[in-house]
């Protein structure tokens, strides 16, 4: 059996015990994330049916929980949020066990390679290995595919009983144009009406004499790809989804010999067409599946401590303080049966894939009722399956926002964080990357002033000349610094410029000491910056932050003194997002 599809066009009652604000809670963040991560609270409050109050405190308490941000009539999905997405993936164990593999193929094919699951009769996401070309994958982890229009849903469907073949049909009846996926172009409304045929079935398909309908042949079709993919052990797409694209699929299997996913070459029909595709990569495919059940049957790693879903506030007595310190603050602005719902998704994660309630219980500092009451409506609204002893995550969770926040790049995660460092300290803020022997920056918040320090987007300068540059080169090993400078042309901005290589790297040992790099008028007269630099969540220095001021406001030490920790603060709450973004997809730094 699978779990409800996420389209399915009705639900069952919620059971008596259901969590009614965490429904509420998670219909919000549904809709916020169908949005695109972004809509009006007004819109929420149509969409959704909730009374305005109601999306009020569902919006205050996920702010709480740093998952969403409100920005005047907006609400935000923000990065934090993604943990319960990463939770999935690390029970899974799929992209640490099976990821470097598929890449290790991606590199071997020079193409797109993907690992899928299945979730209702759909197809989702949870890795993908895409080559930079015109022509190439746009699909997101997360992202979800009819069964039908892809290689994998084939696989799957062969493991459907009757009751999951008729809730496909009622799906493909209720949305025959695929509305429901926003991941996938619209179906053709000619092919909607005809039972989709896709170029290499549409022969037979039509001409079977059991498709005397379009939902009768949308079933044959689909059918026959099922049955060919049984035959053949893999699955083809020819241009299922759109014109030119094709992909060959294969499952995988665990030691139980159950299929838990399947890995997929995409290719364009510019590079193979769908006759060449699995003669060029089946044999390559055949030995990856091969090493992917090999890595499953390793035993998984248990969990760390810093895995454990209350290490970030520092262990289950810091979890409940702040519980009872949110509801202090915020009153019934901060709902705790949705945030205690919510915490409930990240008791599971790496070796605990498989939970009962007195471990879910234990894990999350919850009473034991109150994990039992949240546990039933998680699963009756298909986040959790339970084999009525252990609870376990499904990819549905992956719907909330995963998608979607999984595309932010380094720029997007820093811009909120700048500017409510803008709203604290007054002077503009910016982030910064190394570009060759250059800063580049790439986020920006100016702040208004009468005399302001005016820098765009993209805007360059040598990095030995600026404090979010000397940030930056103080995070390379010493040696690299050393030959970077002897090939500098290192020449003076103003009279105040510090050009002696030796000199320099006395400054840039201070900056790893201290933490941070001040520089007083080297680059510009009157110009006075302080930066940090950006860590990303294995500790390599990604970014720096800085605030430019003008110098003749303070002392340097004044400058020092009034904008450090907050700049500090800023770095660390940039660092966390970055953590959380960047633990199973690469976050571009532009």
Known sequence: MTHPAPTAPSSPAAPPEAVGPLIRCLTVLRELSAGGGRQAVGDLVRVTGLARSTVDRVLSTLARLGYVRVEGRDAVLAP??????????????????LGPLADRLADELDESVSLAVPDGDGVRFVHQATRRRAMSLAFRIGDLLPAERGAPGALF???????????????????????GFPAVPPRPHDEAESGFPSPATSSPATSSPAASSPAAASTVVFEERVDAARAAGWSLDDQLIEPGLVAVAMPVRDPAGRVVCAVSVVSHTSRLSAAELPGAVLPRLRDTVTAMELALTAPQEPPTSAA????????????????????????????????????TLTAFGAGRAALPLTAVAEATGLARATARRALITLEHLGYLASDGKLFRLTPKVLELGFAHLSGLTLPAIAQPHLAALVERVHDSASLAVLSGDDIQYVARVPTVRIMGVNITLGTRFPAYATSMGR???AGLPPAEVSARLSLTDLRPFTRHTVTDPEALLALLQQVRTDGYALVDEELEEGLRSLAVPVHDRTGEVVAAVNVSTHAGRTTPAGTRDAILPALRETATAIEADLAVAGRYVRIPVL
Do not use: C, I
Not at 169 to 174: D, K, L, S, V
Not at 318 to 334: D, I, N, T, V
């Open 157 to 179: 469907a062969d493991a459907w009983d009757a009751s999951d073949w008729a809730r496909w049909r009622a799906r493909r009846a209720a949305d025959p144009t695929d509305a």
């Open 471 to 473: 940030a930056l080169l």
């Open 80 to 97: 934090r949020l993604l943990e319960l997405g990463n939770a999935y993936l690390a029970a899974s164990g799929l992209p640490d066990r």
């Open 308 to 343: 454990s879903p209350t290490a970030s506030t520092g262990g289950l007595s810091s979890h409940a303080s702040w519980m009872r310190a949110s509801k202090q603050e915020l009153g019934p602005e901060f709902v705790e049966s949705m945030a205690r719902g919510l915490l």
